[in-house]
């Protein structure tokens, strides 16, 4: 998770994705509104810039709202 403010990129733990968005365990990382997301390893690729829209401590709910992310 890279976040779109410059911050450093932190890890996350992604539960859960469909083709519109993502389910995150945060574990303490604080997620902000708007990040890039990079997967790695194999299966459907869902990199691309996200959006928040619920927060329920430690998980976090964000759509995709961009294309490709930027390598980091």
Same mark, same amino acid.
């Given at each position: 998770? %890279?976040? %779109?403010?410059?911050?450093?990129?932190?890890?996350c733990? !992604? $539960?859960?994705?469909?083709? +519109?968005? !993502?389910? $995150?365990?945060?574990? +303490?990382l604080? $997620?902000?509104?708007?990040?890039?997301?990079?997967?790695? +390893?194999?299966?459907?690729?869902?990199? +691309?810039?996200?959006? %928040?829209v619920?927060?329920?401590?430690p998980?976090?709910?964000?759509?995709?709202v961009?294309?490709?992310?930027?390598? !980091?």
């Amino acid at each position: 998770m %890279v976040p %779109v403010d410059g911050s450093p990129p932190g890890y996350c733990l !992604v $539960i859960d994705f469909s083709e +519109g968005g !993502v389910r $995150i365990n945060s574990n +303490g990382l604080k $997620i902000p509104d708007e990040f890039m997301l990079r997967f790695s +390893g194999y299966g459907p690729q869902k990199d +691309g810039k996200y959006q %928040v829209v619920w927060r329920n401590d430690p998980f976090v709910g964000a759509k995709l709202v961009g294309g490709p992310s930027p390598t !980091v």
